[in-house]
């Protein structure tokens, strides 16, 4: 399993939110800093997401993000607000590695598809997720609406679609430190041959090792992306490094 550093932005600061709430915004420090200290650790990977562009639907740090996604050595994969070819080419027409794509993915699938074919390999379904009684229902448009969609609806549009690498976040979880949705991405990989990034809940390096043991029809967990556990110090990332490679 591949550990994946998060950068959240927020009018250029490295922040989160709780549960996808743009009310609580924790701040930690200005994006040069947080990823000057991400890039002390040797990481070879990173994953951004730019939270004002997913509110209006555009990038918008996009010389924050670029800063620090063209760096040499690094892989980066970004998202946030990506529902145009045009957004997507000021990210992959630059080096950049991958283009997260959500809203889209479920609201215009006709776009989606021919991102894919036009970057085969390089675009990331990010589907957001939240229970609604014993359905798990997506969430759009950075997390502010629900769609009429399920997960695994979702992930069989995704493949039709031509991508294979999906970006899977509870959204109770995300921020919480309760621990990830094993038992989701379980049911994921039971039914589907994809490569699944795990995203919510990760608060400890134990939560980490349940990801990397979650294996189901010879099927693991590709990667999982950590965001406030290591900016808040609850992760020692020398040691998680030495254990899951960036």
């Known amino acids: 399993m591949k550990l994946i550093p998060a950068i959240d932005i927020i009018n250029g600061r490295c922040v ?12 930690y420090q200005d994006v040069d800093s947080a990823v000057d200290h991400l890039f002390g650790f040797g990481i070879n990977s990173i994953h951004i997401v730019d939270l004002d562009a997913a509110k209006v639907g555009y990038p918008v740090n996009v010389e924050s993000i670029e800063k620090v996604a063209t760096r040499a050595g690094v892989e980066a994969q970004v998202g946030g607000g990506i529902r145009s070819l045009e957004s997507a080419q000021t990210y992959l027409d630059k080096g950049i590695a991958r283009v997260i794509v959500g809203t889209s993915v479920v609201n215009d699938r006709e776009f989606f598809t021919s991102l894919n074919k036009e970057y085969p390999g390089r675009v990331i379904a990010s589907l957001d997720y939240r229970r609604v009684g014993r359905a798990l229902m997506v969430a759009t448009h ?3 609406e629900s769609s009429e969609i399920e997960l695994f609806r979702a992930i069989e549009d995704s493949l039709e ?76 990332l020398e040691e998680a490094l030495s254990k899951w490679k960036s």
Not at 16 to 27: K, P, W
Not at 199 to 219: I, K, T
């Open 16 to 27: 989160r939110l709780v549960q996808g709430d743009y009310d609580s915004v924790i701040d």
């Open 142 to 144: 950075g997390w502010q």
């Open 161 to 236: 679609s031509g991508c294979t690498r999906i970006l899977a976040t509870d959204i109770s979880k995300d921020g919480t430190f309760k621990g990830p949705d094993t038992r989701t991405y379980s049911a994921i990989l039971e039914r589907f041959d994809v490569e699944l990034i795990a995203s919510g809940g990760v608060g400890s390096l134990d939560d980490l090792q349940d990801l990397s043991e979650v294996e189901v029809a010879n099927r693991t967990i590709f990667g999982a992306v950590v965001g406030r556990a290591i900016h808040d110090g609850r992760i020692d």
